[in-house]
Structure formats: C-alpha cells, structure tokens
T-cell receptor, first 115, second 113 residues
Framework: DTEVTQTPKHLVMGMTNKKSLKCEQHMGHRAMYWYKQKAKKPPELMFVYSYEKLSINESVPSRFSPECPNSSLLNLHLHALQPEDSALYLC??????????????FGDGTRLSIL | GQQLNQSPQSMFIQEGEDVSMNCTSSSIFNTWLWYKQDPGEGPVLLIALYKAGELTSNGRLTAQFGITRKDSFLNISASIPSDVGIYFCAGQNSGGSNYKLTFGKGTLLTVNP
C-alpha cells in the first residue's frame, strides 16, 4: 500500500467541467509534487510545493491550478481541460529538507479522461 | 538539459532467468533511483543510491551507482511473473534543483511463466 493517497482513482469530465484532484500524505514530508504521465512514458513534472509554497511550475497551462492547503494535502484544480490532457496524474512527496537522501514516493494516481 | 538513456526498451524473458538493465547520462547525478510501475498504479521506489560506486541489494534486486556518476544498472535475479512491469531509472541532483528527477524512458519487462 502506498503512503501517498490520491482521490479519485478515476475521473471522467467534459471540457467545460471544473473538478479537483486530491493528494494526502502523513509521512511528515514537506515537499509535494504533481506529475502528468502518458501511457508507457515516464512521469513529467508539473508543480512542486516546498513547505506549502509553490516552488516550481514547469510552464503548465493555467487550466491546471495547484493548491497546498497544509503540509499534508495537495490539490490540483482542473478547469476547461482539453482532450490531450487525458492522462494519469501522479502525486508524490519527499522529505524536502534539502540535501540528498530524499527520494520521492508516489501515489497510485488519478486516471483522468476528458470527453 | 540532462537526459538519461535507459536500455533495453523492452525485455521478454522466461521465469527464472536473470535480468539486467541500465541507464547512462550525459552529465553527473548525485542520486540514482530505480522505480517499478505496475499497470494502473504509481511508480514504487525499489532502490536508492547515494554514493558513487555504491552497490545496494533489495531481495532479488541489485543496483549500482557508477563510479563516474553518469550511469547505474539494475539486476533482477531468478525472475518471477510478478516482476512484470515498467522499470524507470531516475537521476537527481542536490542543491537548488534537487526537487527535480530526470527519468529514463523505461524498460518494459515481460516474464513468461
């Protein structure tokens, strides 16, 4: 069982809908991440939060809006998505206290389909 | 930017055989990570390597951090059907960019019973 929990597991939405993806971890990690993954490809980094502040935005379109309400939670708000946004969205976390020895641990993802 | 070359792209083996896959980079990394991803699930960390030359085992898995810091390999001994999945290597650096992982393109492993 993964220690990073993502909900929902599957999501189907229309291009005009607004939905949110949720991620939770209770490992005391202070860095949290959103990735997008297409089939049989490696994960692509979208956003990084460090100590609840947005640290990295990999030039992600504004229709994806991240939010970090507290150190255990990470949300990804979705609005006006395109069919090409259909993918597996992965959340990850790491200790985030600087230096080495802090591998990222992934959740099982949300499978998103845009109609 | 940094790129990782992971090979082979796919492998078809018989149960009981040993497996080897590797990653090479055009530049150095301070940390090498190996993940396995099953269908419908997220990547699971198998082994983390932090020192050049380090050799680390996790059950039937063995991974090494190359001396040059530009490569790593993963070996699986006596493969079993549940070893099926996609294996990703990832490199990571410390310092300001230490949140970013550079992933290889993955090795798809199929094990025939």
């Amino acid at each position: 069982d993964t220690e990073v929990t993502q909900t929902p597991k599957h999501l189907v939405m229309g291009m005009t809908n607004k939905k949110s993806l949720k991620c939770e971890q209770h490992m005391g990690h202070r860095a949290m991440y959103w990735y997008k993954q297409k089939a049989k490809k490696p994960p692509e980094l979208m956003f990084v939060y460090s100590y609840e502040k947005l640290s990295i935005n990999e030039s992600v379109p504004s229709r994806f809006s991240p939010e970090c309400p507290n150190s255990s939670l990470l949300n990804l708000h979705l609005h006006a998505l395109q069919p090409e946004d259909s993918a597996l969205y992965l959340c990850a976390s790491s200790r985030g206290q600087g230096g080495d020895n802090q591998p990222q641990h992934f959740g099982d993802g949300t499978r998103l389909s845009i109609l | 930017g940094q790129q990782l070359n992971q090979s082979p792209q796919s492998m078809f083996i018989q149960e009981g055989e040993d497996v080897s896959m590797n990653c090479t980079s055009s530049s150095i990394f301070n940390t090498w990570l190996w993940y396995k991803q099953d269908p419908g699930e997220g990547p699971v960390l198998l082994i983390a390597l932090y020192k050049a030359g380090e050799l680390t085992s996790n059950g039937r898995l063995t991974a090494q951090f190359g001396i040059t810091r530009k490569d790593s390999f993963l070996n699986i001994s006596a493969s079993i059907p549940s070893d099926v999945g996609i294996y990703f290597c990832a490199g990571q650096n410390s310092g300001g960019s230490n949140y970013k992982l550079t992933f290889g393109k993955g090795t798809l492993l199929t094990v025939n019973p």
